[in-house]
């Protein structure tokens, strides 16, 4: 198998941050490592854990508010 991986998220798959953490999961399992930094500009990109620490950036280009939960 090739380390050299693109993992896309399909049509069919549930919302973004649940196929991020999914996927975050998955290369944990995988190749047996911890994944210890994520970092990204909106809150779909960090929410779900599978890493140890999470960072978010500005990005004065855009922003998508979190949609609250019921």
Request: aromatic fraction near 10%; charged fraction near 30%.
């Amino acid at each position: 198998m090739s380390d050299d991986r693109l993992l896309l998220r399909g049509e069919s798959d549930d919302g973004v941050a649940a196929y991020k953490a999914s996927a975050r999961a998955r290369i944990e399992s995988i190749y047996d490592v911890v994944i210890i930094a994520n970092i990204g500009d909106q809150d779909s990109d960090l929410d779900g854990g599978f890493a140890e620490r999470h960072f978010k950036v500005p990005n004065p280009f855009y922003f998508i508010p979190k949609r609250p939960q019921p």
